[in-house]
């Protein structure tokens, strides 16, 4: 949002429906005038060092806005009808209380626009930490440890620490999605950029970006800088050298930025490198740590099996 293009526009829409009450009501606008022109000759007056009781100014003044009351009060116009009308009375659409201290409507406007980068939308907006369910898995307890690596992997990119990225692989509905979710949420909430994509969609966004001119360049930026990348069902695309070029251009430049990046898939590491070959393998292995998520069979399965039960 441009701030200053609002309170013009604050500052117009407040001119415009002043100016109909000063048609409608004519001695208003005198009584502005006369006012203006009073505090004028005060303003005078004390540069000159002169007595400001000798022409009864503060008088005058204090009569003519009575006058001002009798007429607003007769109308049933309030005195605040012409201040402008801001969306945030607590900075007047400033974004900041005062020098360097945000207000709390640009911390608002500002988790908006990262969740509404973000991708996530819907039932993804709901997935937690808190509703992540230990008990559909094979070994409970190892899965705990991925959490607790889950939620130092948030408080380094928190803390902006240099860190390994994720790799969650495992049979479909194991729950990887769910725990790349949580991440992104849970570091939402923290006012970091998120971006959450299938690798499908994300290639088929650099294409548009990149080659047909559709979009705005500033977006392939984004797509590098954002504090965490989550890349969805690596594997599920259908492979071509272009895919595995964007897919190599990515791991390498978050990683000389220092990005965090969560990558799901079914792909073992014996199935990344006959899938992706030894180049984007070794980038994987080298840059991350490699997480399956082990349960009997599918969590909805199970899940829908206990619905019956």
């Given at each position: 949002m441009d701030r200053e293009e609002l309170r013009r526009k604050k500052f117009a829409e407040c001119e415009a429906k002043t100016e109909e009450v000063y048609q409608r009501?004519?001695?208003?606008?005198?009584?502005?005038?006369?006012?203006k022109k009073l505090s004028f000759q005060k303003i005078q007056q004390a540069l000159l060092k002169k007595s400001l009781k000798k022409d009864g100014i503060e008088e005058k003044v204090f009569q003519l806005l009575k006058e001002k009351d009798l007429i607003l009060e007769a109308e049933g116009i309030k005195p605040e009808f012409f201040e402008p009308d801001w969306n945030c009375k607590k900075c007047c659409d400033r974004?900041?209380?005062?020098?360097?201290?945000?207000?709390?409507?640009?911390?608002?406007?500002?988790?908006n626009i990262l969740m509404e980068r973000s991708g996530l939308v819907g039932e993804m907006l709901e997935k937690t930490f808190e509703n992540f369910d230990l008990n559909y898995y094979t070994d409970p307890h190892s899965m705990q440890r991925k959490i607790q690596r889950a939620m130092e992997f948030i408080?380094?990119?928190?803390?902006?620490?240099?860190?390994?990225?994720?790799?969650?692989f495992g049979g479909v509905g194991t729950g990887k999605t769910h725990l790349s979710l949580a991440?992104?949420?849970?570091?939402?909430?923290?006012?970091?950029?998120?971006?959450?994509?299938?690798?499908?969609?994300?290639?088929?966004?650099?294409?548009?970006?990149?080659?047909?001119d559709k979009g705005n360049k500033e977006q392939l930026e984004v797509l590098k800088k954002v504090d965490l990348l989550v890349i969805d069902d690596l594997g599920a695309e259908k492979t071509s050298a272009f895919a595995l070029n964007q897919i190599r251009i990515i791991l390498e430049e978050r990683a000389n930025m220092n990005k965090a990046i969560i990558i799901n898939s079914n792909l073992d590491l014996n199935d990344l490198q006959k899938?992706?070959?030894?180049?984007?393998?070794?980038?994987?292995?080298?840059?991350?740590?490699?997480?399956?998520?082990?349960?009997?069979?599918s969590i909805r399965v199970q899940k829908k099996k206990d619905g019956f039960s």
């Open positions: 009501l004519p001695r208003l606008r005198e009584i502005e005038e006369e006012i974004g900041f209380t005062e020098p360097g201290v945000p207000c709390s409507c640009f911390s608002k406007e500002k988790s408080d380094n990119i928190h803390q902006g620490k240099k860190q390994q990225n994720l790799y969650l991440i992104a949420n849970q570091l939402l909430k923290y006012d970091h950029s998120v971006i959450y994509k299938r690798i499908d969609d994300l290639l088929e966004i650099i294409i548009e970006l990149k080659y047909e899938y992706y070959g030894p180049r984007i393998a070794d980038r994987i292995i080298e840059n991350f740590d490699i997480y399956e998520l082990k349960t009997e069979e």
